[in-house]
């Protein structure tokens, strides 16, 4: 079965419209990561808990964090980092999740065994919490490239990984490639196309992110995750990460707009494959 989650805070910054936006497209699990215009690390355990149970009552779950771990220098405070970190774990448990998205540190290129060290004791952190760190391949960042993803495979253990096509595209990287090396090692994928001509961030099958590949390699007995990750608009978190310009082919007047789009593009592709909305998830 596959399952959708999403990043609703593309939608809106207000969780209640975001959780409007999940229902509208049919999708049960959010991936957390902005709430107010503040990432949800930021909040403290008692307004958690708020949110928690709004998001409860609206019958949506929380796939998994999608924080801001590992986007800092490795040359930076990371002993005050790794207690963010038991902050985000702390938060994780109240939503129901035992996942974090997360990255490989800035300014890291030429510091490859101290990644490999902070990142295998960030991974003994969360395990203290019963939580699962997922990297995501993300450009300006360590983990960017095929060659790097496959070092830190081999170099950091009880790391999870996210596969972004998007994020590899920008980076160079030559999607047939990549979705031959890793698709059978990633634990779920982040689903945001991008097409390389015009560096334009597109809707799923729009562009040279073989969406369609990645689906069709999942098997219908597999138990899957896809997280929507529109990008068909500017979002602060995003041009905080990296200074890039990325041009957007589609033009969306809003940010509920975008998002139905790039949810409905995805379920068109599905649906294309053979998968129906059943139980909560799709399935062949």
Known sequence: MIRLAAFADEASPSLERQIAALKRNGIEYIELRVING???AKYSLEEAKIYAKQLEDAGIKVWAIGSGIGVISINADLDEHKNQLRHVCEIAKIFGTDKIRMFSFHEANDSEDKVFSELNEMVAIANEYGIGLYHENERAMYGNTLERI????????????VYDPSNFLQTGEDSAVTLEALHSKTDYFHIKDFVSSTRSVVPAGYGDGRISELID?????????LTVEPHLRVIKEGSEMDKAEMKNKFCYATGDEAFDAAAQALIALLEAQGYKKIDGGYKK
């Open 38 to 40: 503040a990432n949800i």
């Open 150 to 161: 496959q070092r830190l495979m081999e170099n950091v253990q009880g790391l999870h990984y």
């Open 217 to 225: 390699r999942i098997s219908p007995d597999d138990d899957m995750t």
